[in-house]
């Protein structure tokens, strides 16, 4: 571009070497202006994606928020995570440390801001509040040591592909900065920030509420009872009716 704007350039001013200083003052200034409209289009920003977290009044809850520079109503995954250290007997399992999602909510960009809370405590079947993996290494017979920091992850995550928003934010002038983005075994391009915040476990008792076992959906694996008809569908013993029988009742 910078190449083709010089040569035009000598063009112009062979063809006006026979016309006054003036002249050719006229013909150079269109050439800078358009030179400064032209440099204003590569004048690029970067993605803004900052995440904060606080604890609540509410034992266990906390509120996650931050600011970004992105289109409005974008979603953003958030979630709470404990890495966990299995113990020798439970090495023979599986010897890599493990971990456990103990919340997740999704949030939305609201002029330029987005907020959400994360309960990380659960009730168990005795009023016990616990976090998700200490009801389930019960069951599951494992003993497992949980790392004193909880990871706090935000994730942009578009519903198609990272791409159609690059595209987007391109058109803005907006640009993920180098090495933000991040990719799964599988290929999927997304987007992250966390940060790591000391969290105690949780202590404490309270009544046990039916309804709150796995969120209001209790022990998926069980099959639920069905209710008893209240309609008695014994075969009656005898035709309860004078009519001739039909043809899909005669024996072929």
């Not at 103990?102 to 009023?127: I, M, S």
Request: proline letters at 8%; aromatic letters at 8%.
């Amino acid at each position: 571009m910078v190449n083709w704007i010089g040569s035009s350039f000598h063009c112009r001013i062979a063809l006006a070497q026979r016309s006054s200083q003036v002249v050719k003052l006229l013909l150079l200034l269109p050439l800078v202006a358009s030179c400064a409209q032209i440099q204003s289009i590569f004048q690029w920003s970067n993605v803004e994606l900052q995440m904060q977290v606080e604890p609540t009044s509410t034992p266990g809850t906390y509120s996650v928020s931050g600011r970004a520079n992105l289109p409005e109503n974008t979603q953003i995954s958030v979630a709470a995570v404990r890495y966990l250290e299995p113990d020798n007997r439970s090495r023979l399992l599986n010897a890599n440390p493990t971990y456990s999602i103990l919340a997740y909510q999704p949030a939305e960009v609201r002029q330029g801001q987005w907020q959400t809370n994360l309960n990380l405590w659960q009730v168990d079947a005795d009023g016990n509040y616990q976090e998700s993996w200490q009801i389930e290494q019960d069951k599951l017979g494992l003993s497992l040591a949980p790392n004193e920091t909880v990871l706090f992850l935000a994730t942009l995550t578009p519903i198609d592909d990272l791409s159609g928003l690059e595209a987007e934010l391109a058109k803005r002038g907006v640009r993920f900065p180098q090495g933000s983005i991040l990719s799964t075994a599988e290929g999927f391009r997304y987007a992250q920030v966390q940060a790591a915040l000391t969290v105690e476990l949780p202590t404490g008792q309270t009544t046990p509420n039916p309804e709150d076992d796995n969120f209001g959906w209790g022990d998926r694996y069980l099959i639920p009872q069905e209710p008893q008809n209240p309609t008695n569908l014994e075969f009656p013993a005898e035709r309860l009716t004078d009519a001739p029988p039909r043809q899909e009742e005669l024996l072929r």
